[in-house]
């Protein structure tokens, strides 16, 4: 059974355009979502994560926007660099028994020059 | 630094092998993982630990075994390795059971042939 969802797959969009990243969970006890990058033959990294007490976090040109009623969050990716080349995980975990994150598969995200 | 660091980088073993993959942890943090990633399914949790003698069972752990001997020190065993295990291995910590932010190894990559 997989929790968390995300789409597209894989994504390509030029750079200084705006790439959205969407993601959906199943468990409603879930509370808090981070978004980990992962660049090729790195380790995942913590980019940004958002709480449902806001349903914006922004960090630069990242912005979480979340919607609990639908169990739905995005991340999107302004004026999207090359530099932003990378596989993204939308995860979630809750304070309850689901207290271990749950990872999406994950995003890949080529911006070209 | 606080980190978390594997061992070994590489690793190749035969069909039926054992094989030790290690993670020591200095950011002082109560909980530790083993995760393994593979093309189409993101990062899946193996096995967890929430302390010294602790051993809580993932996702995906069968063929599996884990060990937390210390508070810094978690190992992944895999007593008779198959090529379905042939994988890329990420250890990481938290600082807490849940709402925590992770932080990751740099990865163990085993080949089982």
């Known amino acids: 059974q997989q929790q968390v969802r995300q789409s597209p797959q894989s994504l390509t969009v030029w750079e200084g355009e705006t790439a959205i990243l969407n993601c959906s969970y199943e468990?409603?006890?879930?509370?808090?979502f981070p978004w980990y990058w992962q660049f090729p033959r790195e380790s995942p990294a913590l980019l940004i994560a958002?709480?449902?007490?806001?349903n914006k976090k922004e960090d630069g040109r990242f912005t979480i926007f979340f919607n609990k009623r639908e169990k739905k969050l995005s991340l999107h990716i302004t004026d999207s660099q090359p530099g932003d080349s990378a596989t993204y995980f939308c995860?979630?975990?809750?304070?309850?028994?689901?207290?271990?994150?749950?990872f999406g598969k994950g995003t890949s995200l080529v911006v070209h020059p | 630094e606080a980190a978390v660091t594997q061992s070994p980088r590489n690793k190749v073993t035969v069909t039926g092998g054992n094989v030790t993959l290690s993670c020591r942890q200095t950011?002082?943090?109560?909980?530790m993982y083993w995760y393994r990633q593979d093309t189409g399914h993101g990062l899946r949790l193996i096995h967890y630990?929430?302390?010294?003698?602790?051993?809580q069972i993932g996702d995906v752990p069968d063929g599996y075994k884990a060990t937390r001997t210390t508070q810094e020190d978690f190992f992944l065993l895999l007593e008779l390795a198959s090529p379905s295990q042939t994988s890329l291995y990420f250890c990481?910590?938290?600082?807490?059971?849940?709402?925590?932010?992770?932080?990751f190894g740099s990865g163990t990559r085993l080949l089982v042939i």
């Open positions: 990481a910590s938290s600082e807490d059971r849940a709402n925590s932010d992770y932080t």
């Open positions: 468990d409603s006890t879930f509370d808090y």
């Open positions: 630990s929430y302390g010294a003698g602790n051993l």
């Open positions: 958002i709480r449902p007490v806001s």
């Open positions: 950011n002082s943090h109560n909980y």
């Open positions: 995860a979630a975990s809750g304070s309850g028994g689901n207290y271990k994150p749950t």
